[in-house]
């Protein structure tokens, strides 16, 4: 519940895409016209709606007509048991246009029927949708509220880890002919993404600098991690076996940076160009990484370099130098700034990453010298460049290891799709974590 300065409620929304959404015993899916029998059974009980701000429903009729005009939008899901998907109660995610909200806000709705109450299922069905908000959606702020005297709906903004924003009196409240004193409560992703969330350890590997011997890093990298509610640290280079064993065995996720070119021998070949420019330690370092992080099903997620290098140690292998072996007119190495994307690739329909962003095409940055030219068995190519290049790259049978050709870590902080990248990455090394 959110007010506006004339203490008036705002009620103008619109709406979500249709989506369902699953918990460990429930089901969250769109209303529909058959589940009117079990609206009328339960909101008939003054102790559901009243609470809410709406009067108990007074026929069946009444509940048909409620569930056509306010429920069967997208904005707003049935709660439904598993065990029967019957409707116990509705929530939602609702955007108001009033300038109240931010185009990437929303408000957090609910009610459940009385005989469902006590067992905890109203904060388990707000947590996945306020999941469902800030990692599918983008959202950046959940708004929440509950009328005075209203302890079961402040309980569960508690327990979703709400915060107190404001208190407003006189709040008009139409439907029941008064007026109430109403507490607004706030969740930003930020806050979400600390709630009662293991910080997972997430190794990046590092550039090399081979005039100063030294180890380096892009801070992009690691901020982007940061943001994302990980915990990022730089791995040295070493090729001892048992010392990168126990590197793996402390991380719960792996990032494979950008940098040099792969060396051919990492995938039995020679250099056929004369162009090729490795790095000697990160070669005697990273394959080892990787077949350690593939055993113990570590999240892996590889960069352009890490894309590469991936596809070449799991059996595939590459253009050595694109603009000689395969010239194309679509620019594969930009000038700075590389904050901005110089090309389009197209989602497969069947990968990770179409689902991940509900979109068919995405524009991206590039700045690479390397790329696929044989995929790696196993793996499945989830964006395709204008000229047919695989630009990233999935293994199905594997928790999580993805990888792109291009650099979002460099894209503008304000691009939606390389947040929830990164985003997407650390929750499932933050899975890992709490799985171990």
């Given at each position: 519940m959110r007010t506006n300065g004339k203490n008036v409620r705002v009620r103008r929304t619109i709406g979500l895409e249709k989506h369902m959404l699953q918990t460990e015993r429930l089901i969250l899916r769109p209303w529909e016209e058959s589940d009117a029998e079990a609206l009328f059974e339960y909101a008939k009980d003054p102790a559901v709606g009243t609470p809410a701000g709406w009067p108990p429903h007074q026929s069946f009729e009444e509940s048909r007509e409620i569930l056509r005009r306010v429920l069967m939008r997208d904005e707003t899901f049935a709660v439904c048991r598993k065990e029967d998907n019957r409707a116990i109660g509705s929530i939602s995610l609702k955007r108001d246009t009033d300038l109240t909200f931010g185009a990437d806000e929303r408000e957090l709705g609910y009610w459940l029927a009385k005989p469902?109450?006590?067992?905890?299922?109203?904060p388990e069905a707000a947590k996945e949708l306020i999941r469902y908000g800030f990692e599918e959606l983008g959202l950046s702020r959940i708004w929440a509220g509950y009328y005075d005297g209203n302890s079961k709906s402040r309980r569960v903004q508690e327990k979703c880890g709400f915060r107190y924003q404001s208190t407003d009196t006189g709040i008009d409240v139409p439907l029941m002919h008064e007026t109430r004193t109403g507490h607004t409560n706030v969740l930003t992703r930020e806050e979400w993404l600390r709630q009662g969330k293991k910080h997972p350890l997430i190794g990046v590997t590092a550039l090399y600098d081979a005039e100063l011997e030294s180890l380096w890093m892009m801070p992009a990298y690691l901020e982007r991690i940061r943001e994302a509610g990980g915990t990022p640290i730089l791995l040295p280079m070493t090729a001892d076996e048992s010392e990168i064993a126990q590197l793996v065995s402390v991380l719960d996720g792996i990032l494979f940076a950008g940098g040099q070119d792969v060396s051919p021998a990492l995938y039995e070949t020679t250099d056929e160009t004369g162009t090729v420019q490795p790095c000697p330690q990160r070669d005697a370092f990273e394959p080892t990484l990787l077949r350690?992080?593939?055993k113990k099903d570590l999240p892996v997620f590889g960069i352009c370099r890490g894309l590469q290098l991936?596809?070449?140690?799991?059996?595939?292998?590459?253009y050595q130098d694109l603009p000689l072996q395969r010239p194309s007119d679509v620019c594969h190495r930009q000038e700075r700034p590389y904050t901005d994307p110089v090309h389009?690739?197209?989602?497969?329909?069947d990968g990770g990453l179409r689902a991940l962003l509900g979109t068919e095409t995405l524009a991206v940055n590039s700045c690479h010298h390397q790329a696929i030219r044989t995929l790696a068995p196993g793996f499945r190519a989830t964006a395709i460049t204008p000229d047919g290049l695989m630009e990233a790259i999935e293994k199905p049978d594997a928790p999580f290891v993805w990888a792109v050709q291009w650099h979002p870590e460099m894209l503008s902080q304000s691009d939606a799709a390389s947040r929830k990248l990164f985003e997407r990455f650390v929750q499932a090394c933050r899975e890992r974590a709490n799985r171990a």
């Open positions: 469902f109450w006590g067992q905890g299922l109203m350690l992080a593939l991936i596809n070449a140690c799991c059996g595939g292998d590459l389009t690739v197209t989602l497969t329909a």
